[in-house]
């Protein structure tokens, strides 16, 4: 982009491509294109119009990691700067991890004369790019151990959103690791040359990578703004109850028993609107089913007496049975990281005829049950708020077991 004597470039190689670099900006000047001083923001650099002139532009790496909110910007040390400038070079900008000086083409000695000194110096940023890319690792396996202390589960979620979403974020991880992998190994490789003393090109061909540069730039937005997208409109969804049904409008047939199931009378939902009784129940590349419902209802039995509570279940039918095995294991695994000390496993039941059958108390003493038959998975915790618990947990938790068997 070009407003009247400036220009605005995005540069065509990584900033760790330092022959590159420096060939693309001596190009520029003999076009009579300047870097601007302190002129390269968010990855973009700007140049003034001068005179076509032959002009050397060299990368020297930073001592020390340096970043745009330093208190000077990331510009060199002082001493460093004004020794460099005794021998005829400029410092300009700063770009990634490296200060870019320029000279008059002929104006004085290279300011790299002895290729194994700068091969330390690369060294150095070689490490620290090393020890980044372990504390970005890092990061994201703390933040994935956080989320499952927490209480939350990725298996859950993943199971319950979908493919897209997961591959997304999967694919965006991988990603973000990618790039400085990339440029830690094409540090390594540049060290080795220095250390062997072979000097730098600085007349480099700086168009031959340029597509390949630009196509990841482009792939790297892309894939973020997707991923944003998708999470917005998932985030979205869920305050908007997208994908939830009233229980009373719901046309479809539950794949498990219910309070209808639980006794006979006369059934009347308590609350039938979307924060009370409610139904999802929708399909993904994980599961071919996924029903969560949330029941609120009386019973009216035939001899005057009610059952009244509460029914919360969670039913997956997965693709594979190695899945439906983990999900089972995951429900329990956050329900008794949520329950704390006072977890304790209570199946004192008949054989259920399940292939898996925990009961529990959860971290609200409520009962609960995880049954698991081939590929099919449910959670279910039943509440009542009548005299007592008049239906005991072994009655109900039989009743869904036959519903899945």
């Known amino acids: 982009m070009r407003i009247k004597d400036r220009l605005y470039r995005l540069p065509p190689c990584p900033p760790y491509d330092v022959e590159a670099t420096e060939s693309w900006l001596e190009d520029m000047a003999a076009q009579g294109w300047m870097l601007e001083k302190d002129n390269i923001f968010l990855g973009v650099a700007a140049f003034e119009k001068a005179e076509p002139a032959p002009v050397r532009y060299r990368l020297e790496a930073s001592t020390r990691r340096v970043g745009d909110f330093d208190d000077n910007g990331g510009a060199p040390d002082p001493e460093a700067e004004e020794m460099n400038a005794d021998f005829g070079w400029e410092y300009v900008a700063r ?17 790299h004369t002895d290729p194994r000194v700068q091969a330390l110096a690369i060294k150095s940023l070689e490490r620290r790019q090393i020890n ?6 890092l990061v ?15 298996l859950l979620s993943a199971a319950a959103a979908g493919l ?12 973000l690791i990618a790039a400085p992998v990339r440029e830690a190994v094409h540090l390594g490789r540049l060290k080795k040359r220095l250390a062997a003393g072979v000097p730098l090109r600085h007349d480099g061909d700086w168009r031959r990578g340029r597509t390949a540069y630009y196509a990841r730039l482009l792939i790297h937005l892309l894939l973020f703004l997707t ?13 908007e109850g997208r994908g939830k049904e009233a229980l009373a409008d719901y046309t479809g047939t539950l794949p498990f ?3 209808r199931d639980f006794a006979e009378g006369d059934f009347r939902l308590t609350g039938s609107d979307m924060l009370n009784s ?37 039913y997956f039918e997965a ?36 292939d898996e059958a925990t009961a529990y108390r959860n971290f609200v003493h409520f009962p609960c049950v995880v049954l698991r038959q081939g590929r099919v998975v449910l959670r279910a915790m039943f509440y009542q708020t009548g005299p007592g618990e008049d239906m005991p947990p072994e009655q109900w938790a039989g009743i869904l077991a036959d519903s899945i068997r």
């Open 319 to 354: 693709r594979w049975e190695w899945l439906a095995r983990a999900l089972a294991g995951e429900f329990l695994r956050v329900d008794r990281r949520k329950t704390g000390r006072g977890w304790r496993e209570s199946l004192e039941y008949p054989d259920l005829g399940l």
């Open 278 to 314: 409610s139904v999802t129940d929708k399909s993904n590349a994980f599961v071919r089913r996924y029903v969560d419902l949330e029941e609120h209802a009386r019973i009216l039995r035939p001899d005057g007496t009610a059952l009244d509570g509460g029914l919360y279940v969670t």
């Open 140 to 154: 994201l396996v703390i933040n994935l151990f956080a989320v499952q202390l927490r209480g939350g589960s990725l």
């Open 257 to 259: 028993a219910d309070m």
């Open 132 to 137: 980044s890319l372990l504390s970005l690792l």
């Open 227 to 239: 991923w944003l997208l998708v999470l917005l409109h998932l985030w979205a969804g869920n305050l």
């Open 95 to 111: 770009r990634g991890q490296f200060h870019i000086y320029r000279s008059p083409a002929g104006g004085g000695p290279e300011l």
């Open 164 to 175: 897209p979403i997961t591959l997304l974020t999967a694919f965006l991880a991988l990603w």
